[in-house]
């Protein structure tokens, strides 16, 4: 028999939290009428910072597979949140932009991903919130 304990693995307690804040993003959403999952989040928020990006370069950056964040693209394309353009160097790629509800939304999605991780860092001191990036960045570094 090993000392394993689930409940101790940093693993299993980094994904346990991980789902939790996603849980807890998802309902804030909801809350506000937004009907937008988390991962549709992650991609709406890589498109803020940068758009023009294509699928592949938003998958890389979301850290989801490519099936999953054309999917998503479909849907955020249905509503109206984001185009696809054929790429100009590249026929086989598209370049993903926002349209004017997309970026229009950063201002009523942000402020709830916020709130959510305010809630979450309640009990972190500054001090603490920036040690435990540092310190996942290391442990996420070191499978390279």
């Known amino acids: 028999m090993s000392d394993f304990s689930l409940d101790t ?11 939790r804040l996603k849980l807890e993003l998802q309902h804030a959403f909801k809350a506000q009428g937004y009907d937008i999952t988390p991962e549709q989040w992650a991609v709406l928020s890589r498109l803020w910072e940068q758009e023009g990006l294509n699928q592949v370069e938003l998958a890389e950056r979301t850290f989801k597979d490519k099936p999953n964040v054309t999917r ?4 955020l394309e249905r509503r109206g949140f984001v185009i696809r353009q054929k790429d100009d160097t590249d026929r086989r790629a598209y370049r993903v932009f926002l349209t004017e509800p997309g970026r229009q939304l ?9 709130e959510v991780l305010e809630k979450g860092q309640k009990y972190l001191s500054e001090a ?5 990036i540092v310190l996942l960045n290391r442990i996420y570094a070191s499978y390279d």
């Open 9 to 19: 693995s940093l693993g299993f307690v980094i994904n346990r939290t991980a789902q």
């Open 72 to 75: 998503m693209l479909d849907v």
């Open 106 to 114: 950063q201002a009523k999605l942000v402020p709830l991903a916020v």
């Open 128 to 132: 603490e919130i920036s040690t435990v």
